[in-house]
């Protein structure tokens, strides 16, 4: 545990005008909304429903699920504490319980869940799908041709980047020495553990203790989820990892998570890639076949609380994996509790809950910070960089082994 005991740091609401929480539920969520409005021909039942939703998003409760919800869902969301923020403004809620809510009433209102025809359409599915035809997606996989030419260990941290900046849907392979940006690229980095993820993945034949299985819990579809791919196809292909399960979300949410279907759309893109692109394509897709990795959309991926929550059958999986990679910005709220901790809170204490050793990768896009040196923190305060908390430019590599 912390040496400041967790419940004295104060849980992030969106309840103060003029914060990022704030925000994201006042004007984000209505722009979501809105866009979803945009992109398909609901009927008038559907767009009154997402009319209702934004109303509700202005000034409104949380509302206890729908009398036709699924009665598993319905247990689901009172476990999550459905029954203690019902009749709540969103903004007095957990500002994550509150986020994670606001995508299962969007897809109530889309008709996701319910027995008509827009049963099962994923509202986000264009946009996932047009990120992934984007000719930047041509480029970066092109690049990987370039990776041949590196050092096993260069090819290995290459990739390891483009999963980390993928989180910033910029996938960059900045192969090393090729120009300007690695320097940056470093610099942007608050804490690089990386050395510590390849003590406890080595190479075949390198002291490995026995069969080493990754768990991968990935965050965003499209352009960060093809740099997962490729990391897991590498790693298996340099004999660092026997096996790997890919943990996706359920149904969607935050806009562009990952799903078993867009891992499907992710892999078949690869595959048709042609190049270095379809040989990483082909290796996982063998393993897929033959059950070497595999593919998890627990529901608790979807819950609206920190993994400190986690049900025993998911503490049990991660703790049989040699590591568990937790990708991007929510993950790591979810990781490390999205509380107000002081920076410098040590990553191995807020994370001394995992079953098992567990690493972040992370573009900063939400407040949460833990694990940085006293040195880092002020260098960060003092650059004038007012939004280096928020804005993506900054990453993060954290490892507890
Ligand atoms: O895709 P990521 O890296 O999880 O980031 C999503 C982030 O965006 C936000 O939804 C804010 O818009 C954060 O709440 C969240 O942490």
Known sequence: MPDIPTES?????????GSFPHSVLAERHPAIIRQVKEVFPHGPERRRALDALLRSCADGVIEPLPADADAR?????????????????????????????????????VGYFGPGPWRGVDPFRPAKLAELDAPETDEELAALDGLDAL???????????????????????RLSGSGG??????AALVADDSDALWSLLP?????????????????????????????VSHLLGEGRIDRAVLHVKPYPYYVSDATPTDVLDALRRLVAAGGAA?????????????GRVTVRAHPFSCAPLPYSDM????????????????????NYRRLVGDRRWPPTTPFAEVTAYFPAPVAALRTLKSDVITGLTADTEQALEGSGERRWRTSGTHALIQVRT
């Open 9 to 17: 740091v104060p849980v992030i609401r969106g309840d103060e005008p």
């Open 73 to 109: 869902d319905r247990d689901r969301w009172a476990d999550w504490g459905m029954s203690e923020y019902a009749g709540r403004s969103w903004y007095d809620v957990p500002w994550l319980w509150a986020e994670g809510h606001f995508y299962r009433r969007l897809l109530d209102a």
């Open 151 to 173: 050092s096993a260990d260069e090819r290995t941290r290459s990739l390891l980047h483009g999963s980390l900046w993928g989180n910033r849907a910029d996938l960059g392979f």
């Open 181 to 186: 940006d690695a320097g940056g690229e470093a």
């Open 203 to 231: 190479p075949a034949g390198a002291g490995t203790p026995g069969p080493a299985t990754l768990c991968l819990v990935a965050d965003n579809a499209g352009r960060e989820l093809v740099p997962d791919l490729l990391l």
């Open 278 to 290: 379809a040989a990483y394509g082909d290796r996982l897709w063998a393993a897929l076949t033959d």
């Open 311 to 330: 049900p025993a059958d998911l503490r049990a999986e991660f703790a049989a994996a040699t590591v568990t990679v937790l990708k991007g910005d929510l």
